[in-house]
């Protein structure tokens, strides 16, 4: 177990998205800064976009525990739902008691009335869709009704949709163009700078704990980024292994040739044009040695 191997009280690389290891790099930042000033000046709907992998899911989590007091929020992390069921799931979350087979008429009374009470009481409701590039074209229209429910002072729900670039392609078609016009702040996340992605692979070891000096030497973060393309997911897992390579040899450091096995074992990285035969044949005795595979990143 490569934990105490290198002074960690937990694995840094994991891929589910735990806001403790939020990275607060100038992209990300300004991503949450956009997400919270739009949304305390009452805009209707939000959208933020970027690759697979880039960080969607924690950068929602991340604003979400963000919010004060006076915000209610209701997270659907799966929108791949034809309208009322997207309807009742909102119910559901903003804890509304619904019949079984109560209609799409009464369902959109009972959230208005719901988030009329709020609006008295001093709450501001929002709703997060993560993967909203899966919703039907029906469902997203859905959307732009539920927007229409307002005071004479402000909307009484503001959506915010996460989802991956396929979204603003989705967004253009001619039939739901009103839904377009809505969104008033759109922020696109790309993937990280090299210097961006040592300061992210620092900051996630120290948060695990490690006090040592240089982990990843100098050539193994050059061949980090060019393998991931920057993108954290991809850096993760590729880190993850050149970890468990660097414990198996027992070396204090992660090399070049230990990063260069990870991304062989990789398939979505960028593969290297060149590498050791031996280290990659390796990798895969290791995972089933060390009893440290996929599980741990799942």
Known sequence: M?????????????????TSYFFACANYQEALNTLLIATKNGEG???ITGEVGVGKTLLCRKF?????PEFVTAYIPNPLLEPRTLMLALADELEIPQEKDVDQHQLLKAINHRLLVLARSGKRAILCLDEAQAMPIETLEALRLLTNLETEKRKLLQIVMFGQPELDRKLDQEAIRQLLQRISFHYHLGPLSREDMEFYVSHRLRVAGYAGGRLFER????????SSKGIPRLINILSHKALMLAYG???QQVVAR????AARDTGAARHP???RAWAWAGLPALLAATGMGWVLLK
Do not use: Q
């Not at 050539?219 to 060019?226: E, I, N, Q």
């Open 45 to 47: 709907f939000i959208k």
């Open 2 to 18: 490569y934990k105490t191997h290198f002074g960690l009280h937990e694995l840094p690389f994991g891929i589910t998205p735990d």
């Open 258 to 261: 230990h990063v260069r096995a």
């Open 273 to 275: 044009s060149r590498y």
């Open 64 to 68: 979400m525990a963000s919010l004060g």
């Open 249 to 251: 040899e027992g070396k």
């Open 219 to 226: 050539r193994a973060a050059k061949l980090l980024h060019a």
